[in-house]
């Protein structure tokens, strides 16, 4: 038990004196600013500040960690700095003057009348403060800053620091506000505010001037660290903490504590294998840190910087969006001409709308080896020839390519659509893309990123590294077991999509049938291109009555062409594949997604485009020497 020493030299400490007593005492002083302070009567160590101020008397809790120092309770969320006994805490209120944050300024202490006066009054009236209906007061919801020190307080002729450090104070104060702190202590919150308040601008700084070393962060680290022998689970959880200052705030945290405490072995390796992954992470987390400095540093200075006012839709993912700078792509291909080859490098520009077709001996740009996107007529797959492409340019005719492989080919094409569809001026928008994704659960809260998920290029492939970073114009979640709510599984997509493409997401629709889910989101930009939304669901489940199984249904007009999406959870077990098969069926029939049916077709002949996906359950039996290798070499046609 921690054990709390009174402070001695304290003229306006009261003891044990009830309530009623106190407001006797300061409304008899009748003076504004007059106060006392007297032992809590509920909480031991505690202690109650009454302040008399307009006629009407002001109660504050004054509350001890369990190191003992006190502090002034305050909103929920923001704790208020910490005292190491009560006379340091008063003299410094009383300093603040009117901008203590309560209702009115300590300037007039009330000593007790006697030792005699006290106990007497605590005789007469022995009531807790709970007991008697008490509402204490709260400190506003702001971060109080050490005695002596302001924001924005390096020195600087043009008063260009002084904006700098504030902007990177309120860019962290909102981050702070955000953030789950409930598993943190108190004394860590604490360090925490005073990195924002002083530590953020001075590592800003380094960064600046082109260090490496964050001794500020380190700090925090390090008094994170000091238990480190006893709580590394506890470390883990303050270092994503302090990652989700610098990148995405999740509400599932990257380290499962009361899974990692049920694992843990009482062995020297254990202890090893722990303190390296904290390194790891730590490392990890400096990165992480100068990459965000440096992006901050480049935004203020384009001068395009603005803090998220509260309710903002990008407030609420915990992110400001920046759009990612999408390099320049080049392949080694062959141009012929005249029969003949020869080798040239051609290079895709994404960004500045232009494809540069580059001989290695010719250094020289001109129109005839520079195709702006309006110059590039046509792509022209050649059948006979999988790694040939003809393109059809203005001015110029047919130029002729031969790549390495299939696979550079198309990712050369798929390049240069994006560059034209992004350069388009175009009213109407010619070809979209979709992103589908499917994700059986399992009943389990995901925790790790979902950037992998986004950015892959299904069966297990990713994206040219390029392309991951063009956003899809529709992105479509289909999850089944999913234990999430409805806003925590949106919210945490839009925190992903926003972070790798830097551009907002409007949600299309979201339909949902016990754990089966299905979500969509397209570009803003073509909000008034989607319309007729329909949604529909289908049980499955036993008798067709319960929802663990079925789907549900979202379709949608893009401009003059109609979709539809279909996310089913069908019945499972090696031996049920004819009940698999009705249960597709009864989806098909039973979902309404057409305002007016047309005619005697089923729902797979009323939209020029359905996608059907999920948990479909079906088994592949009996599997052979044959089918291994297909498995192994992602030869799925074969099977």
């Given amino acids: ?16 004196i009830s309530r009623l007593r106190a407001e006797q005492l300061l409304l008899a002083a009748k003076q504004d600013g007059g106060f006392l302070v007297r032992e809590s009567e509920s909480i031991p160590g505690a202690y109650t500040l009454c302040i008399l101020f307009e ?10 960690d369990n190191e003992g120092k006190l502090a002034i309770q305050s909103e929920a969320g923001v704790v208020c700095r910490k005292y190491n006994d009560l006379t340091q805490l008063i003299l410094e209120y009383m300093q603040r003057g ?16 006697s030792p005699s006066d006290d106990e007497d009054s605590a005789d007469e009236e022995k009531v807790e403060d709970e007991a008697d209906g008490l509402q204490f007061e709260v400190v506003p919801h702001s971060i109080e800053t050490e005695p002596g020190y302001s924001r924005g307080s390096v020195s600087n002729a043009d008063g260009m620091q002084n904006n700098i450090n504030d902007f990177f104070y309120q860019y962290f104060l909102q981050r702070f506000r955000s953030l789950n702190l409930s598993r943190c202590d108190g004394s860590f919150i604490n360090i925490l505010q005073n990195y924002i308040d002083r530590g953020a601008n001075l590592d800003a700084q380094v960064v600046a ?29 303050k270092i ?24 843990h072995k009482a062995d020297i390796a254990s202890v090893f294998e722990r303190v390296t992954r904290c390194k790891s992470a730590i490392q990890n987390l400096e990165k992480k840190a100068k990459l965000k400095y440096t992006d901050l540093l480049a935004m203020w200075k384009e001068g395009g910087v603005q803090i998220d006012p509260p309710g903002d839709t990008r407030r609420a993912v915990g992110m400001l969006p920046v759009k990612p700078v999408i390099p320049a ?67 110029l005719g047919l130029k002729t390519y031969v790549f390495e492989d299939i696979r550079q080919r198309e990712n050369f094409c798929q390049l240069v659509q994006q560059l034209k569809n992004m350069h388009s001026t175009h009213p109407e928008v010619k070809k ?59 919210n945490r997509l839009k925190i992903v999509l926003m972070e790798t493409f830097g551009e907002e997401f409007y949600q299309v629709a979201l339909s949902t049938l016990w754990g ?10 073509h909000k008034n291109k989607i319309s007729h939304v329909q949604q529909s669901t289908v049980k499955t489940g036993l008798g067709n009555a319960l929802g663990n199984k079925g789907a549900v249904g979202v379709s949608f007009n893009f401009s003059r062409t109609s979709f539809c999406f279909i996310c089913a959870h069908l019945t499972s077990g090696h031996e049920k594949n004819k009940r698999r098969n009705q249960n597709f069926r009864d989806i098909l029939k039973g979902l309404d997604l057409v305002p007016k049916k047309v005619g005697p077709f089923d729902i797979t002949k009323q939209f020029h485009h359905l996608f059907f996906f999920g948990d479909l359950n079906y088994r592949i039996e009996e599997l052979d020497s044959k089918a291994w290798p297909c498995f192994s070499f992602n030869c799925f046609v074969l099977l």
């Fill in 1 to 16: 038990m921690t054990s709390y020493n009174k402070p001695s030299s304290l003229n306006c400490l009261h003891g044990g």
């Fill in 432 to 490: 979209i893309s979709f992103y589908i994704g499917t994700w059986n659960m399992g009943d389990e809260v995901p925790l790790y990123s979902l950037l992998q998920w986004i950015k892959s290029d299904g069966l297990g492939k990713k994206r040219n590294s390029t392309l991951a970073m063009i956003p899809h114009d529709i992105y479509v979640f289909g999850t089944q077991e999913s234990v999430l709510s409805d806003k925590e599984w949106t």
């Fill in 55 to 64: 006629n009407r008397v002001h109660q504050y809790r004054i509350l001890p």
């Fill in 209 to 237: 001037s082109g260090g490496d070393s964050l001794n500020h962060l380190r700090h925090v680290i390090d008094e994170a660290a000091r238990d480190i022998d006893k709580q590394l689970e506890n470390l883990m959880v």
């Fill in 329 to 395: 792509t080049s392949f080694e291909a062959k141009v012929v001409s005249r029969g003949s080859q020869s080798k040239i490098k051609l290079t895709v520009d994404i960004q500045a709308g232009k494809l540069l077709a580059i001989k290695p001996n010719k250094e020289c740009i001109n129109d005839r080896n520079m195709f702006m996107h309006d110059r590039i007529e046509q792509l022209i797959l050649s059948t006979s020839n999988n790694c040939r492409l003809d393109i059809k340019v203005t001015n």
């Fill in 516 to 525: 089966i889910r299905l979500v969509i989101f397209a570009k803003v930009d």
């Fill in 240 to 263: 994503d903490i302090c990652r989700q200052l610098f990148g995405p705030i999740t509400t599932a945290p990257l380290v499962d504590v009361e899974k990692e405490k049920g694992s």
């Fill in 98 to 113: 009117a901008k203590n944050g309560m209702a009115g300024p300590l300037i007039h202490p009330i000593p007790p009348d």
